[in-house]
């Protein structure tokens, strides 16, 4: 018989966002706790692709919305030990209805889309026990470290940013196709990301995982892993490490800096750069805190 711990040692030990433009971030983090079960979830809007930031909600993109709405889903779920993706399927399907009787545009190329990664994480048996429900590209790694790095959660805003450019700076041919594509995940045709159809919520990725302690996990979206998989600023194999001695927070600074000298204005194919956050999450040895 397995034995579940009654003292939870998941600890989350690091939160950062960081939008990269003048209008709020369309990343979310979020995390609830259940008696022994923690759950932590990252969100990446897809980029507004319309020619304003704010067309139906005065402070915030659609795709903020969409993200805001299903972390309070998925965060009411997770609450209540619930979690399941015909629940997940349900939750979309009343946040589909909401958002239809609010708009005033038609077609579906500027209905909001989101990538997520979802962890449940529990303890037994001495050993960490994780189910994780990924769609599209938001990335969870772990690693073995013991070097700590505590912080709270983190909005860093004193970074002066540029002005959000319309269509999130896609022009022409590029701008056609992701609209074309962004209809297509409407539909729920070739894509793994959550959308506003009810049936994306079965795009999930599913995998089970189990960990010794201790263990260092680090999810987030892929503003943050543009830092190992786009600027090659540091080996992926070094990320844990990394955010463990420095945090989130420096490896952001990092991106941004990078992008400041790098990157250039004109290249309307591409984001020039894009919201980043991430969560660092501990499995602590007994007698040991965070």
């Given at each position: 018989m397995r034995?579940?711990q009654?003292?939870i040692?998941?600890r989350?030990?690091?939160?950062?966002?960081?939008?990269?433009s003048?209008?709020p971030?369309?990343?979310?983090?979020?995390?609830?706790?259940?008696?022994?079960?923690?759950?932590?979830?990252?969100?990446?809007?897809?980029?507004?692709?319309?020619?304003?930031?704010?067309?139906?909600?005065?402070d915030?993109?659609?795709?903020?919305?969409?993200?805001?709405?299903?972390?309070?889903?998925?965060?009411?779920?997770a609450?209540e030990g619930s979690?399941?993706?015909?629940l997940?399927?349900?939750?979309?399907?009343?946040?589909?209805?909401?958002y239809?009787?609010?708009v005033?545009k038609?077609?579906?190329?500027f209905?909001?889309?989101a990538?997520c990664?979802i962890a449940?994480?529990?303890?037994?048996d001495?050993?960490?026990?994780i189910s994780?429900?990924?769609?599209?590209?938001?990335f969870?790694?772990?690693?073995?470290?013991q070097?700590?790095?505590?912080?709270t959660?983190?909005?860093?805003s004193?970074?002066?940013?540029?002005?959000?450019k319309?269509?999130?700076?896609?022009?022409?041919?590029?701008l056609?196709?992701?609209?074309k594509?962004?209809?297509?995940?409407?539909?729920?045709?070739?894509?793994?990301?959550?959308s506003?159809?009810?049936?994306?919520?079965?795009?999930?990725v599913?995998?089970n995982?189990?960990?010794?302690r201790?263990t260092?996990?680090?999810?987030?979206?892929?503003?943050?892993?543009?830092?190992?998989?786009?600027?090659?600023?540091?080996p992926?194999?070094?990320?844990i490490d990394?955010?463990?001695?420095?945090?989130?927070?420096?490896?952001?600074?990092?991106?941004?800096?990078?992008e400041?000298?790098?990157l250039?204005?004109?290249?309307?194919?591409?984001?020039?750069a894009d919201?980043?956050?991430?969560m660092r999450?501990?499995?602590v040895?007994?007698g040991?805190s965070?």
């Amino acid at each position: 018989m397995r034995k579940t711990q009654g003292k939870i040692m998941i600890r989350i030990t690091g939160w950062a966002e960081d939008a990269c433009s003048s209008i709020p971030s369309e990343d979310v983090l979020g995390s609830a706790l259940h008696e022994n079960k923690l759950t932590v979830w990252a969100i990446d809007g897809g980029s507004t692709l319309t020619e304003a930031a704010f067309t139906t909600f005065p402070d915030k993109t659609d795709s903020r919305w969409f993200a805001d709405e299903l972390s309070r889903r998925i965060s009411m779920m997770a609450a209540e030990g619930s979690f399941a993706l015909p629940l997940l399927a349900d939750a979309i399907a009343d946040i589909r209805h909401a958002y239809l009787t609010l708009v005033d545009k038609s077609g579906r190329w500027f209905h909001p889309v989101a990538a997520c990664v979802i962890a449940e994480m529990r303890e037994i048996d001495d050993r960490l026990e994780i189910s994780l429900h990924s769609f599209a590209d938001c990335f969870f790694m772990w690693g073995t470290t013991q070097l700590k790095h505590n912080h709270t959660r983190t909005q860093l805003s004193s970074r002066s940013r540029s002005a959000w450019k319309a269509c999130s700076g896609f022009r022409g041919k590029r701008l056609e196709q992701l609209r074309k594509r962004r209809e297509e995940q409407q539909r729920n045709e070739k894509t793994s990301a959550l959308s506003l159809n009810p049936k994306s919520a079965f795009n999930c990725v599913e995998t089970n995982l189990n960990f010794d302690r201790p263990t260092t996990l680090l999810l987030g979206t892929d503003g943050l892993a543009r830092a190992w998989q786009r600027y090659a600023l540091l080996p992926e194999c070094e990320v844990i490490d990394f955010v463990a001695h420095y945090g989130i927070s420096e490896l952001i600074d990092r991106i941004r800096e990078y992008e400041a000298d790098h990157l250039g204005e004109d290249d309307f194919t591409e984001k020039r750069a894009d919201d980043a956050a991430g969560m660092r999450i501990c499995f602590v040895p007994h007698g040991k805190s965070t």
